[in-house]
């Protein structure tokens, strides 16, 4: 069983900059590709960020797609999302998510771990 902390969320004017972070405890971090997907009230969960395990291969959302940086460190056994240039629209709960193989993926269906959640909150 892995165990996902997120951390680092807020309250923030728009233009601003926060970074998560989600930390994993438990069964081994070793290679697993890791996402980050948020949910805005009333509205689906939907993909943000995704990394493999070697931290080689990295995919965003079209909406966070050069204002968010996905990163990871293996030894401290944490995965990043740097947000940059903050709007309104990027306002939800930000889930950090893990799944047993390396290989990422933009589907939250293929994760099998998951956080509790962190609020970002961009005021316009």
């Known amino acids: 069983q892995v165990q996902l902390v997120e951390s680092g969320g807020g309250l923030v004017q728009a233009g601003g900059s926060l970074r998560l972070s989600c930390a994993a405890s438990g069964r081994t971090f070793s290679g697993s590709a890791m996402g980050w997907f948020r949910q805005a009230p009333g509205k689906e969960r939907e993909f943000v960020a995704t990394?493999?395990?070697?931290?080689?291969?990295?995919s965003y959302a079209d909406s966070v797609k050069g204002r968010f940086t996905i990163s990871r460190d293996n030894v401290k056994n944490t995965m990043y999302l740097q947000m940059n240039s903050l709007k309104p629209e990027d306002t939800g709960t930000y889930y950090c998510a893990a799944k047993k193989s390396s290989s990422a993926s933009v589907y939250a269906a293929d994760y099998d771990y998951w956080g509790q959640g962190t609020q970002v909150t961009v005021s316009s």
């Open positions: 990394i493999s395990w070697s931290g080689t291969y990295r």
